[in-house]
């Protein structure tokens, strides 16, 4: 069992940043690949960003390239997600999630998550 725990969000204005964290349970850290998914109010949750069990690979949305990175610290059991430049459609609950190797986009497939943390931008 893995339990995650998000922090970080916030209310931010438009261009501004902030840094999310995701604490995580277990003694197996770095077997999990770590990702940061979103949900905004009447829409699917989608795919943000995700790092590979040794931290050695990363994969982004196209919607956040260049503005977020995603990061991890196996001995603090922690993975962050620090996003710049900010835009009103960044708005949305964020959840961090794990899962066993290997490093996947599809929410399905990541068998642990956390209770969210909701990240405003306002214009």
Not at 55 to 67: C, E, H, I
Not at 89 to 98: K, N, P, Q, R, V
């Amino acid at each position: 069992q893995v339990q995650l725990v998000e922090s970080g969000g916030g209310l931010v204005q438009t261009g501004g940043s902030l840094r999310l964290s995701c604490a995580a349970s277990g003694r197996t850290f770095s077997s999990y690949a770590m990702a940061w998914f979103r949900q905004a109010p009447g829409r699917e949750r989608e795919f943000v960003a995700g790092i590979s069990g040794s931290g050695g690979s990363t994969y982004y949305a196209d919607s956040v390239k260049g503005r977020f990175t995603i990061s991890r610290d196996n001995a603090k059991n922690t993975v962050y997600l620090q996003m710049n430049n900010l835009k009103p459609d960044d708005t949305a609950i964020y959840y961090c999630a794990a899962k066993l190797r290997p490093l996947l986009t599809a929410a399905a497939t990541y068998d642990y998550w956390g209770q969210g943390t909701q990240v405003t931008v306002s214009s």
